[in-house]
């Protein structure tokens, strides 16, 4: 991968921004019925009534489109993009159809590893963004990212 | 939703088992395709040269699979399952094709709101189990619950 970043290369503060995609609402009930089969993800009428007030995305379409967003970034990483586990994971407002989405993730942490010489770990807060700058996802997750060859 | 439950219906310790899922690879491929489309997650060939030595889902497809476990498994809650924020969600291992899963959740704390005398908050843990009942997933999360109407 041309120009892929190694753990060398990542400082405490940087940013990374994604690019944009536009949430529809079969998008939104197509993931559901796969995955997260729950009258306000499926039907608008149910949604109406609902906590939500109308159709939303599954929490976990969200993350799935910011994975997505992550990948297709400028935050290219040698060996690719690995979590190993997220410190925290918030949903603060839902994803309604038409909705669209684009990611800010900043470095936390760069660490290398006691036991792995060759490689180290990256804490990254990314927080998804609708089309009015509000977040509808907040995510600290760590990262494996390898060291630069000798 | 009959037998769904209340926030007065949870207590701590109560555990949840789901039903199961097996993975494909052809699963694998489709959902890396539209949501994490690295090589490890796309190609055999690819991904034998990779940290995972093979294919392996996207940790995001276990998320999802976890929640389709959980929205089809007895933890039938009244205003269906709706999570505002995990704590921890780590994926010990890897999930590779014809794994099958199954999750346990763990009732951690229960909680009634402080603002919303109508309902409250219950933390679970779920584990997600491959067939050598190893954990390939671990959330955390907290979930709007009702209380029991008047």
């Given at each position: 991968?041309?120009?892929?970043?190694?753990l060398e290369d990542f400082l405490v503060g940087?940013?990374?921004t994604?690019?944009?995609?536009?949430?529809t609402s079969e998008q939104i009930k197509t993931f559901a019925s796969q995955f997260d089969?729950?009258?306000?993800?499926?039907?608008?009428t149910a949604a109406t009534a609902s906590f939500f007030g109308g159709l939303v995305a599954s929490g976990w379409h969200t993350a799935a489109l910011t994975m997505r967003l992550l990948v297709d970034s400028e935050l290219k990483i040698a060996g690719r993009l690995i979590g190993v586990a997220a410190d925290e994971l918030k949903w603060p407002r839902p994803v309604r159809?038409?909705?669209?989405?684009?990611?800010?993730?900043?470095?936390?942490?760069?660490?290398p590893s006691k036991s792995?010489?060759?490689?180290?770990?990256?804490?990254?807060?990314?927080?998804t963004f609708n089309q009015g700058d509000q977040p509808?996802?907040?995510?600290?997750?760590?990262?494996?990212v390898p060291r630069r060859p000798g």
């Open positions: 991968m041309a120009d892929a970043r190694y940087q940013t990374f994604s690019g944009s995609i536009t949430l089969p729950q009258p306000f993800h499926l039907d608008e159809p038409g909705d669209t989405l684009h990611a800010v993730s900043e470095v936390l942490e760069v660490r792995r010489p060759d490689q180290g770990m990256v804490k990254v807060r990314t927080q509808v996802l907040i995510l600290v997750a760590n990262l494996v």
